[in-house]
């Protein structure tokens, strides 16, 4: 199989390589990273951006997945660099949102804010097209994007005081209400079906003493946002987020 790759343009054989890197990948093979950097070599040799980009690319992401964040900040922003200069926008999104990850990982929470705030931005620029490209981009692309703003902005809001931890507070409730209305929207199966977007808090003002609670599931953990009056609270949920899940389905089916 070797040899028949190599019998093949570099270009091509960097795509075969980032290929079995995938499979195993996807195997859970330890030598998936030895692929991507065969097919690393191949970029270099044939100047592909594309195939660099994707090359560093994979390869920050297993270093991510290994928690080994400087290395993987280093392929990745890398990977950006290529992307950027081919201004191909779905890749530019997928590692400028990967970086964001790695920089979470490194606690420089600014840093991923404002990386993560420019992936958003990227995504909704192409979203048509990967909406059509994954049929299931909402569960394993825009959903999982949002909630790391949301748990970025409960970062940052844990760490302030007053009036700005009121106001971190509020655009986490933003963000969650932008994520309920993209969830439905996915659900009609139509994202030029018009659905009107009504918050809970606006609902609130009708019912002036009703208290908004906010379930944020971030897998491992569940983050609850209260707004009682004019006074949001952010709490972390101490019960297992399972039972949470089966209280609140039984709460909303009652």
């Known amino acids: 199989a070797a040899r028949i790759i190599n019998d093949h343009p570099k270009d091509f054989s960097g795509r075969v390589f980032l290929a079995l890197g995938d499979v195993e990948t996807s195997a859970g093979f330890p030598t998936a990273r030895n692929w991507y950097h065969r097919a690393l070599d191949a970029a270099v040799e044939t100047k592909n951006s594309s195939l660099h980009s994707l090359a560093e690319g994979r390869i920050?992401?297993?270093?991510?997945?290994?928690?080994?964040?400087?290395?993987?900040?280093?392929?990745?922003?890398?990977?950006?660099?290529?992307?950027?200069?081919?201004?191909?926008?779905?890749?530019i999104f997928e590692w400028q949102w990967q970086l964001s990850r790695i920089l979470h990982g490194l606690a420089q929470y600014?840093?991923?804010?404002?990386?993560?705030?420019?992936?958003?931005?990227?995504?909704?620029?192409?979203?048509?097209?990967?909406?059509?490209?994954?049929?299931?981009?909402?569960?394993?692309?825009?959903r999982p994007v949002y909630l790391d703003l949301a748990n970025l902005l409960l970062?940052?809001?844990?760490?302030?005081?007053?009036?700005?931890k009121a106001d971190l507070l509020q655009k986490v409730v933003e963000t969650i209400e932008l994520l309920r209305s993209d969830e439905l929207k996915d659900y009609l199966n139509s994202s030029c079906y018009t659905v009107e977007n009504q918050s809970l808090f606006d609902q609130q003002k009708t019912h002036g003493n009703t208290t908004v609670v906010y379930l944020i599931d971030f897998q491992d953990q569940i983050e609850m946002i209260v707004k009682n009056g004019s006074k949001l609270i952010h709490r972390q949920a101490l019960a297992p987020t399972q039972q949470i899940k089966a209280e609140a389905y039984l709460l909303t089916n009652s």
């Open 60 to 91: 920050g992401n297993s270093l991510e997945r290994e928690s080994n964040f400087p290395a993987a900040m280093e392929s990745t922003r890398a990977a950006l660099f290529h992307a950027q200069l081919l201004r191909d926008e779905a890749l």
């Open 110 to 142: 600014e840093s991923a804010l404002a990386i993560n705030q420019a992936a958003i931005e990227t995504m909704n620029r192409i979203r048509p097209a990967l909406t059509v490209e994954n049929p299931d981009a909402f569960r394993t692309v825009i």
């Open 155 to 164: 970062l940052k809001a844990q760490a302030a005081e007053g009036q700005g």
